[in-house]
């Protein structure tokens, strides 16, 4: 009988003190286990470890520091240093490398970006342009890549079907206009486009939902439309989303950036330069769009500069980015209602910043 009540005895503190040991901090308990296999003259060390789920080498550095009457330092800096910890202008380098030599996704499904560069090319890219002398291997560097965004994909993945006359030269011209626009502190610079109109009704839109949702699998009759104009800050990285029933036409897009102007164009001091694509509804050979966009300067006392992108390219327009991201966050989603549209868009985030969604309704309100 006293045989059996040590033996309960036994589990029972063993128990309690793992129990306790759970509340208490790695190295309290490591010094505590060490006393125990100390006070054992031999074979402590593996009966403490065999009591309780830890290692002999746990105990046996309980025991060394038991008898110090203090823990061991916490060993920091171990291991394999990053990428980024041995070269910390890497990631900056490849953003400025990557900046003119990307493109968006072409089926606008994704935020990640094509790029034709292949892995040897960029490092002798980084080399030659940033002076590296030394840099890790290709499967590192094609890891960060990655990481960062970029997918490399072939040329064929980002070969335009069309290319206009004079394409270098607008890209040439284009990158003297940002690069004046960025070093001017009185200057702001934004994107704005029109994205592909969406119906509102229950159909299915080719997306994935963790939730199982029940969808038409055609369209029936004819639905609400509902047109989503973006302004994106190029400086700040904030979007700001404008929506209207049936078409954007150009007095809409006006009218628009007059309201963003008022609401949150309050950096705009002296030059506001916009990037376009060359779409209809962005052409400067419609005599109403010249109209409305002197007015716009005009009245804001600002000197616009208007950027535009070669043909085909448009994809180049930050904007685009923009709507890769949200086609990607809602394409899962039943978008049976003009509430739910805004609602969904107003929870997509791009560049860390969730889209400022309104539809052209409430904009009086807001002003």
Known sequence: MLHQLLSACKHILVDMLKELFSLVPNEVERIWLGRMANAVDHGGQALVSRLFPRSKEFVAKGQKEAKAGKASPIASGRGRKGIEAKHPNLVEDIHKLMKDKCSADPRLKGDWRYSGLTIREIRAELIGRFAYTSLPGRSSLHKLVNRLGYRLKTVEKTKHPKRAPGT???????????????????????????????????????????????????????????????????????????????????????????????????????????????????????????????????????????????????????????????????????????????????????????????WKAAITQMV
Not at 203 to 210: I, N
Not at 291 to 311: D, G, I, S, T
Not at 337 to 356: Q, T, W
């Open 168 to 358: 270098d030269a607008i890209f040439g011209n284009l990158d003297g206009i940002h690069e004046c626009v960025e070093n001017s502190p009185q200057a702001a610079r934004i994107s704005a486009d029109c994205k592909d109109k969406i119906r509102i009704n229950g159909s299915s839109r080719g997306g994935k939902s963790r939730i199982g949702a029940r969808r038409a699998d055609h369209d029936f009759g004819h639905n609400a439309q509902l047109a989503p104009f973006g302004i994106y800050n190029v400086i700040t990285g904030i979007t700001d989303v404008f929506m209207t029933l049936g078409r954007a036409a150009a007095d809409f897009m006006a009218g628009m950036l007059q309201k963003w102007r008022d609401l949150y164009g309050e950096g705009i001091k002296k030059l506001l330069q916009i990037d376009l694509d060359n779409g209809p509804g962005n052409s400067m050979r419609r005599r109403q769009r010249i109209k409305r966009m002197l007015e716009f300067a005009h009245k804001n006392n600002v000197f616009v500069v208007l950027a535009y992108y070669p043909p085909y390219l448009s994809k180049y327009n930050p904007i685009e980015h923009v709507w890769g991201s949200l086609e990607r966050h809602w394409n899962g989603f039943i978008l049976d209602s003009i509430e739910a549209a805004l609602g969904y868009a107003s929870a997509a985030i791009y560049n860390g910043n969730a889209l400022r969604v309104a």
